[in-house]
């Protein structure tokens, strides 16, 4: 059985490589995401109500919700749950040897991590961005490939939503594959065969979930997805001048690593952190937190 | 007296009579009772609602309540620097957010008792209407009325300046008099 909903909330961590790696972010879109942990936090954060009473009510609603698997909020969970391949040893060794605030990024950390091969990351891109848009669908409860109406809320996206496809864009594409990453992508989309895209791991983990009925059709929907979703994409880092120098730099406020380990340091949070799972369960409890105190 | 200290501190004490076996089986007890007390997550206010959703058969919304859709032409027209966005649409429910120049400041919302029945229960004392409406203010920052004795329209504050008479004036804007005809 899936863990409680309220447990989830109440375990994320508030100093671990993900939340340090987030909060390095917030010069992309400040003061946006405050790391809200705990459950009744949550409930207070989101309604501002305090009395005890409502508080236990709008809980156990939300908790009632969580748990009927007919409304899709496990599925968005597990969505965001599967598609992050975080490493949590690696991230303790990480953590461990930290020296003063940060970690050096030397030795045996790095033997551990190798690199993704372009093609390889340009699909996990891709890929990550289809399980926002059905994760979405999910939560919102519209039909799981409504492709428009997820790039007409984007323009909505706030909070910890919006940190995640902050730190989509910035670790997982202008990091790795540098500041022409969507044309990469693109191309890459261009380039790979249904059968390619079947033995890619991050896409088998979430395959079930991908709409279409075979390995094709999902390649096309996940080309029509990144298609649409691109020119969003591409002003968000127009608009904020965002290069990978940019947020190299921030990442030495907590990273230390020499100019010749770039390639390393997307490698390293690919596998040290979990940054879906960890705003996309932000995110679930706040939306069932707000359709709770609506129907108490 | 025997005293025997394990890590972290624990400390059990033993009478010097017993026979050996039955120390080792007593310490032995008392590590499972203490790894099981550290494994497992502490109490929560929220474990019987746990229990009681995970149950066999246990929903959170019953097939004859109404399609979320169905209520969306029933939420007030925004317009004069206010904007609608809706934000959630599931069986019994629908959500749109009020912004006004951009800034969210309030949640709306219609859902259908059915899933919910409690609910129902606050207006039962109600001295308020709202357009004919039995109406509550609910904590600090919901209003709330009852259509047609099933359907609850809830507005929400986001931001202080959004106070109680404007979630009553947004409230009477909503097509109460359709949505009390949905059958």
């Not at chain 1, 009510?57 to 908790?63: L, V």
């Not at chain 1, 975080?86 to 190798?114: E, F, H, Q």
Request: some cysteine; hydrophobic content about 40%.
């Amino acid at each position: 059985m899936s863990k409680p909903i309220f447990e989830l909330v109440d375990n994320l961590p508030t100093n671990n490589m993900t939340v340090m790696m987030l909060k390095s972010l917030d010069f992309v879109i400040p003061g946006q995401w405050n790391n809200l942990v705990g459950f009744e936090n949550t409930i207070r954060e989101v309604t501002a109500e305090t009395d005890q009473e409502m508080i236990q009510q709008i809980g156990d609603r939300a908790i009632w919700l969580y748990n009927d698997k007919s409304q899709g909020y496990q599925k968005a969970m597990w969505l965001y749950q599967t598609v992050d391949s975080a490493d949590s040893a690696l991230g303790t060794a990480a953590l461990a040897n930290k020296v003063g605030n940060k970690i050096p990024l030397v030795g045996g950390l790095l033997t551990k991590v190798t690199p993704n091969p372009d093609k390889a990351q340009a699909l996990d891109l891709c890929i990550k961005l289809v399980v926002e848009l059905v994760a979405f669908c999910q939560i919102n409860g519209i039909p799981g490939d409504s492709i428009g109406d997820f790039v007409t809320s984007l323009a909505d996206y706030s909070g910890e939503s919006l940190m995640r496809m902050a730190a989509l864009i910035c670790v997982d594409g202008l990091i790795p594959l540098g500041p022409d990453f969507i044309l990469k992508a693109q191309s890459t989309l261009n380039n790979t065969s249904p059968k390619e895209l079947g033995s890619n791991s991050t896409f088998k983990q979430v395959q079930e979930l991908i709409p279409g009925n075979n390995t094709n059709s999902q390649l096309s929907f996940i080309g029509e997805s990144f298609d649409s979703v691109k020119g969003w994409m591409s002003n968000f880092v127009e608009d904020r001048n965002l290069t990978p120098n940019a947020i190299f730099g921030k990442f030495q406020g907590f990273l230390e690593f020499s100019e010749n380990k770039l390639d390393y340091v997307a490698a390293f949070l690919d596998m040290t952190t979990n940054y879906y799972e960890h705003t996309g369960t932000q995110t679930l409890a706040r939306r069932l937190i707000e359709r709770a105190v609506a129907e108490i | 007296m025997i005293k025997l200290r394990q890590n972290g501190g624990w400390i059990c004490s033993l009478s010097p009579r017993l026979p050996n076996h039955q120390i080792v089986f007593t310490c032995l007890l008392g590590m499972i009772l203490l790894v099981t007390a550290c494994t497992a997550a502490p109490p929560s206010r929220f474990d019987q609602a746990q229990q009681d959703s995970t149950s066999r058969g246990a929903t959170s919304v019953v097939k004859e309540s109404q399609a979320g859709g169905s209520f969306n032409r029933y939420f007030p027209e925004a317009g004069s620097g206010y904007q609608k966005v809706y934000s959630q649409e599931k069986k019994g429910f629908a959500e749109a957010k009020l912004k006004q120049d951009g800034k969210e400041v309030a949640l709306m919302a219609i859902s259908d008792t059915l899933n919910n029945p409690s609910a129902v229960n606050k207006f039962k004392n109600s001295t308020e209407t709202i357009a004919g409406y039995p109406a509550v203010n609910q904590g600090k920052t919901a209003t709330a009325i009852l259509v047609g004795n099933r359907f609850q329209v809830k507005v929400l504050s986001r931001d202080p300046s959004f106070t109680a008479s404007d979630r009553e004036a947004w409230l009477a804007k909503f097509d109460l008099n359709g949505l009390s005809q949905l059958k």
